[in-house]
């Protein structure tokens, strides 16, 4: 795991871009402290920021093939690994290292573009072909590694992080209203804008070619959810399901260094800590965060699950308090590079810290089971409406509703009246391709009253849904049944936006821990989204399937249990000490400067948030997500320099090793 | 009338942030009109619990009650009436 930055200028002239592609690498420093490297001729420069996880001694980057025509900056594990060397050594290929690295570097010469058909893996990786004056950028399926890309006159400039790129002082560091329009509607940007301007994302799924200075972006893997033509017996699906977790955990686990899991106390995470524990010798080394607030609190199912595998002793936990996670959250808005509108990456940031201290630098976790097992509320929802709408008239199907959030001390939608008005299907002009997630939208979308009016006027007439829905496939779409479809939304979506970056892979590397997600091996995904979909979610009851196969694995405690959402004290955790940046962000004369709100109604905001009543989802979404956008703001405009040089004082230019070209 | 009145201060201080751009009539559905969702609900009912010291039964949370400037209203005089009663 590891960072990664390079430049690409089809007329030449790099050699002279060393210098800026050093200090693009160093501030990646928290992605791979171990080392870093450089490769740079006359068109490329690629760079290479360290974390030794896979033969320690031997793959160091970036690396060439063997008569160095071709290289590779490569983040990420490639898990089938020793499968695909055996393969490739049968072939005729010579390999120098035990990498991972080296593989795709060889697959690539075998097969081009349709190599990444055979990775297993996370990844995000860049390949100079030398010979072919191809470069090639992929990221993996899911979207667990990260890819960022800007243009600067004929160069391309790319790296893990945007920090990196904004290491060439040209490119600006502006944020893009359209971004944060899309932020405050469905939580993330839409690949590939980001939260800035010039700045954009190589989606998940996809690759880039970049040859003759004409760049070319293709998708190569989509989640697929097309029924089986004839359903199998249950019980074959659920033995199926549970091998194919049972490798995808032993294939994960593959590292010359210890691993450790992460115990939320829900189905997921215990899942993966048990298949650990019953599947394989790798010593069970646990962590959780729990939270000094109850309503946020799992810490007594994470000490049963703790107890039933017998790892007490060598479980850790971390009390997460509102002061911490105010303390905390610039660091995480400088390593999440965009708004956020929950507060929920922190706790997770403090967590890989409490990793990282323990001398663990890999993580297995449970992320990924709710979207392609379906386990989520939102699911529910979009099922029921839909139940509900089949007969309008009928009394008691919206009695059903009421079943929703039973983990809410006290919801209105115990009245079924209120329920039914709630989960009417308020689309707000949403087509009904996207009706499972239009509450959500439309919810998030009301904190978008507190942008300042010069920002409505620069919106005016943009369509973000109409953007989202110029990269969806609505023929496949409009295929699928609701709950596929809602389950495909979601892991185009929250999934890599949201859940696998700002709250995966930025506040884990913040820390330099790699997370690795048994659940997103796309084989367990290609197999999870073909079932029936009844096996996902039966009736209301989310992800049968893998409760099914876990019986006897699991206590009954953690597989009967209400889910509960992970969740993270919102507003409090800026008004409870620890925060005193938020004074100066949303009363000082620097909100009204930054122009993207209205200072007026953000104090009567801040003024509700600080007497600390009972707030809604909204106010809190809003104050998030307008200490968030400020933080960035202030953090990548006026306070980048400083930051910068702090970054680049803990490495020297010295301490870069350059790639023998000969 | 003064609960009205002040119900419409509560929903413009806190829904509206100060904010009144005149579209908020007393007859307005504030669930249709997208000002109060569900925990924003939760909101009211403890703004009318305090301001007005009654208590609201679960059985009582419904939109019949709470869902316009109107409606609110009338459920607080019905509500103050039974206390005195």
Known sequence: ?662 | MQISADIRDFLVENFLYGRDDGALRDDVSLLESGLVDSTGVLELVSFVEEKYGITVKDSELVPDNFDSIDKLAGFILKKTREAAA
């Open chain 1, 1 to 662: 795991m590891c960072g990664i930055a390079g430049i690409y200028n089809d007329r030449g002239g790099l050699e002279s871009s060393r210098e800026l592609l050093g200090g693009m690498i160093r501030m990646l420093r928290h992605r791979g402290p171990d080392g870093f490297g450089l490769y740079a001729d006359e068109k490329v420069g690629l760079a290479h920021a360290r974390l030794s996880i896979i033969d320690l001694s031997g793959g160091s980057q970036p690396m060439p093939n063997e008569d160095k025509k071709v290289w590779i900056t490569f983040n990420g594990e490639i898990f089938n690994y020793i499968e695909l060397r055996r393969d490739l050594e049968g072939r005729g290929h010579v390999f120098r290292t035990r990498s991972d690295t080296e593989v795709i570097i060889h697959l690539y010469e075998e097969r081009g573009p349709a190599c990444l058909d055979f990775l297993n893996g996370q990844f995000a990786f860049a390949i100079w072909d030398r010979g072919a004056g191809t470069l090639f950028m992929a990221r993996d399926r899911a979207g667990i590694r990260p890819l960022f890309y800007a243009m600067r006159g004929d160069a391309l400039l790319f790296a893990s992080e945007i920090k990196s790129i904004f290491m060439d002082s040209r490119i600006k560091r502006e944020i893009d209203p359209l971004g944060l329009d899309q932020i405050f509607t469905f939580w993330m940007t839409i690949p590939p804008r980001t939260a800035f301007k010039d700045v954009f994302e190589l989606p998940a799924g996809h690759y880039m070619v970049v040859q003759n200075g004409r760049m070319r972006i293709k998708k190569y893997w989509d989640p697929d959810f097309t029924p089986p033509e004839k359903a199998r017996p249950e019980a074959e699906y659920a033995e199926e399901l549970k091998s194919l977790l049972i490798d995808a955990t032993r294939l994960q686990l593959r590292a010359d260094v210890p691993v450790g899991a992460y115990l939320s106390g829900g189905i997921d995470s215990s899942a993966v800590a048990a298949l650990i524990k019953n599947h394989t010798d790798t010593p069970l080394r646990t962590f959780s965060v729990s939270f000094e607030d109850a309503v946020f609190d799992e810490g007594r199912y994470q000490r049963i699950m703790a107890e039933r595998l017998g790892a007490t002793a060598s479980h850790s936990s971390v009390m997460c308090g509102c002061a911490d996670i105010g303390r905390v959250f610039p660091d995480v808005i400088w390593h999440t590079e965009k708004p956020v509108v929950r507060t929920a990456p922190a706790p997770l940031y403090i967590l890989s810290k409490l990793v990282r201290d323990s001398g663990y630098k890999v993580i297995l976790t449970g992320e990924g089971a709710d979207e392609v097992l379906a386990g989520y509320d939102i699911f529910k929802e979009a099922k029921l409406r839909e139940f509900i709408k089949k007969e309008p008239s009928s009394r008691f199907r919206p009695l059903l509703l009421k079943r929703l959030y039973p983990y809410l001390a006290r919801s209105p939608v115990r009245s079924a009246r209120y329920a039914e008005i709630f989960f009417a299907g308020e689309t707000g002009g949403c087509p009904a391709a996207y009706a499972s997630h239009a509450p959500r939208w439309t919810t998030t979308s009301r904190i978008k009253v507190f942008f300042s009016d010069a920002m409505k006027e620069e919106l005016k007439g943009y369509e973000n849904i109409a953007e989202l829905a110029s990269g969806l496939p609505e023929e496949k779409l409009s295929a699928y049944d609701t709950l596929s479809r809602a389950q495909y939304l979601e892991m185009k979506t929250l999934l890599p936006g949201y859940l696998l970056s700002s709250q995966g892979d930025r506040v884990a590397m913040a820390n330099s821990v790699e997370g690795r997600f048994p659940f997103l091996d796309h084989r367990v995904m290609e197999f999870s989204c073909r079932l029936p979909a009844s096996l996902r979610m039966n009736v209301l009851n989310e992800k049968y399937l893998l409760k099914q196969c876990m019986k006897g694995l699991l206590p009954a405690h953690i597989l009967e249990r209400t889910k509960q959402p992970y969740m993270a004290p919102d507003s409090a955790s800026f008004f409870s000490g620890g925060a005193d940046y938020v004074q100066d962000l949303l009363y000082g004369k620097r909100l009204a400067e930054a122009g993207f709100f209205n200072p007026a109604m953000v104090s009567k905001l801040a003024a509700k948030c600080r007497q600390n009543r009972m707030l809604g989802f909204k106010d809190n979404m809003a104050i998030v997500g307008i200490v968030s956008t400020l933080l960035l703001h202030e953090l990548y405009t006026d306070g980048f320099a400083s930051r910068a040089s702090e970054i680049l004082k803990l490495s020297t230019t010295g301490g870069i090793a350059y790639a023998d070209q000969r």
